[in-house]
């Protein structure tokens, strides 16, 4: 547990966050995956934030991140959909024109705090290609 300080505070603050592209879209492979984990940690930068773990799924992305107490996480969260939105259009679907993005991600996130679990949540991102593959061989997803 590594804690983490600002001018005023010291804080502990990592979220388990789960967020899809609109319709749950398979679309988070090929190119767009090569680019967007570096577009997130930028973003998350932006906002004194860290990726601490994070997977993209063709479906959904995985994030434990860290957020200091100053940034509310709607705000954070909604910062770094709404511009990884532009960045995907402009710069790898080729939309240059009066286009903001607003069609790539769904409205809603999932976000839960992380405790004394965080091995636990940190493991279950990484493993995310092996889980589904599992319960694709189950059947669970036909």
Known sequence: MEYRKLTHSTYYC?????????????ILYGNIKQHLGAVFHNLACQKDCKIEEGHLMPDHVHMLISIPPKHPVSNVI?????????YIARNLLNRQKNFTGQSFWARGYFVSTVGLNEQTIRDYIKNQDKDDRDQDELGLFK
Do not use: D, L
């Not at 967020?19 to 749950?24: A, C, E, T, V």
């Open 14 to 26: 990592n979220y388990h966050v789960v967020f899809i592209p609109k319709y749950r879209r398979k």
């Open 78 to 86: 909604g910062f770094m959909k709404g511009k990884s939105a532009i």
